[in-house]
Structures are given as C-alpha cells and as structure tokens.
C-alpha cells in the first residue's frame, strides 16, 4: 500500500513510522524550566554578598526587615548596617583562619514552603560547629523568594 503525496511515492510503513517519530519527538522534548525555590535564592542572596554585588543581593533580601533592629544599635539605616556588616565579614575571609563561603555540604538542608512563605534551615551536620543552624524565613514577592528574616542558633 502506497499513499501519493504530490507526486512521491511513499510506501505506508515508512509514513507510519515518521508520524510516530514525530509523535514522540514533541512528547520528549526537554522541558528546561526556571526554578525559583526559597532555596536557590538563599544561594543567590549568599552568593551576591560573598562577591559584594550589593545590587543584586538586593533581590534577595528585605534589608530594613531584617536589618533594621542592629540598625537602630548603631544608629544607621539598615541598608548601610548591613554594606558595613558583609564588608566587614568579606575582610575577615581575607584572612586563612575565616571564611565567608556557607560549605553547604557541611549542612543537612531543610526547605519548608506555605504557601506564599517558606522557611529554607541549613542544619549542622558537625556537632562541634559553632552555629548549629541558620533559618532564613521567606516571602513570595512577584514571583521571586525574597529573605525577611535570618537566625542563627548557637
């Protein structure tokens, strides 16, 4: 059995078989999509403070949130307390004794989400570490995962 399409000849089986590979190529495509997890933008914010790029850390964080109360300390705004605070953390890592990298293999990774909240805890897996977690609470913000609060439990 032949079907003519146009002028060609074309033998029933092979027609068959190439819808079927069609068929199959559009249902397997790779389907790359953009994850913005609380987590991956904790990696983000620690990221951009790490490298000082103040500007797109800002994504990340609501600075007066979570700064403003070490803010009034020290009588400043949050957002030069915390520029201050992570500069001054980024000279420390100059030195072999400090880091300012989280080595996130060192942590057992919890993530948490509600809704339009979450809270993403990187839990110590080492007992003799100084800070036995860090708990970064979020807010879904324009469909972007945006830090309103960090602790760190000694």
């Known amino acids: 059995?032949?079907?003519?399409?146009?002028?060609?000849?074309?033998?029933?089986?092979?027609?068959?078989?190439?819808?079927?590979?069609?068929?199959?190529?559009?249902?397997?495509?790779?389907?790359?999509?953009?994850?913005?997890?609380?987590?991956?933008?904790?990696?983000?914010?620690?990221?951009?403070?790490?490298?000082?790029e103040f500007e797109v850390a800002k994504k990340f964080i609501n600075i007066d949130r979570v700064y403003s109360s070490f803010a009034k300390e020290k009588l400043t705004t949050p957002e030069n307390y915390w520029r201050e605070y992570i500069n001054g953390i980024n000279a420390l890592a100059e030195d072999p004794k400090f880091t300012n990298k989280i080595k996130y293999y060192d942590y057992d990774i919890i993530e948490i989400v509600k809704g339009k909240s979450a809270c993403v805890i990187l839990k110590?897996?080492?007992?003799?570490?100084?800070?036995?977690?860090?708990?970064?609470?979020?807010?879904?913000?324009?469909?972007?995962?945006?830090?309103?609060?960090?602790?760190?439990?000694?």
């Open 1 to 52: 059995m032949e079907n003519k399409i146009g002028q060609i000849k074309i033998p029933a089986r092979v027609l068959i078989s190439f819808l079927i590979i069609c068929i199959m190529n559009t249902g397997c495509k790779n389907k790359n999509e953009i994850i913005n997890s609380p987590l991956s933008s904790v990696i983000k914010l620690e990221t951009a403070e790490e490298l000082g």
């Open 124 to 154: 110590g897996k080492q007992k003799n570490i100084h800070i036995k977690e860090i708990i970064y609470s979020l807010e879904k913000i324009k469909n972007n995962w945006v830090v309103q609060k960090i602790e760190y439990k000694h």
